[in-house]
């Protein structure tokens, strides 16, 4: 039987464009998206745990572990996930992208065999914060963040990728799919959204 992913939620932003307000305490239709995001990842993976140094996201009941190294952006919280997992393959999801299905997640969790890392793409763009890693690429994000290259998508070189383009022909993904919410223009835009 293949092993359950453990989820991992990426909170650990400081949200400039957003005054400081931590994004996934914004409410989306009437949830917060850190909200959504654990209603999508309960459904597919086992444990979930938050990344976070926001004490805040105690309330929803999950461990909450800090960044590996502070001030280093999503590639510390990764890295921290991947030292921390007990599962070979794990789901990371940003807190700011409450559209995700479960069935988008499940799809590409349906994809892992012989990578290191399942990264969707809509368009061309790729989304690496909203993707799968393998633990054994835990070696290759460390060594980035210890040099301080802390852009996740320029780790992906040094990994076996599976990029998987996403479009309106799949039945669980449309363009709004994989949004992040970043300013409040967009969290204006999408408050209310069905």
Request: proline share 4%.
């Amino acid at each position: 039987m293949k092993q359950i992913p453990t989820g991992f939620i990426l909170a650990g932003g400081k949200a400039k464009r957003l005054n400081g307000v931590d994004k996934g305490l914004l409410k989306i239709q009437g949830k917060s998206m850190i909200e959504h995001t654990i209603n999508t990842l309960k459904k597919c993976t086992h444990p979930i745990i938050i990344l976070s140094n926001n004490n805040n996201y105690k309330s929803f009941g999950y461990p909450i572990f800090a960044d590996e190294v502070k001030n280093s952006g999503p590639l510390s919280g990764i890295c921290k996930g991947l030292s921390i997992t007990n599962t070979d393959w794990n789901v990371f999801m940003t807190c700011d992208s409450p559209f995700v299905k479960q069935e988008l997640v499940q799809f590409l969790i349906n994809q892992t065999a012989n990578h290191q890392a399942i990264i969707p793409s809509y368009k061309g763009k790729i989304y690496p914060l909203n993707a799968l890693y393998h633990r054994s690429s835990l070696g290759v994000f460390k060594n980035q963040l210890n040099n301080k290259h802390l852009k996740v998508k320029d780790a992906l070189v040094f990994l076996k990728v599976k990029t998987v383009e996403l479009n309106e022909e799949h039945p669980f993904f449309n363009q709004k799919s994989l949004t992040n919410i970043n300013t409040f223009e967009e969290y204006e835009k999408y408050r209310y959204y069905r």
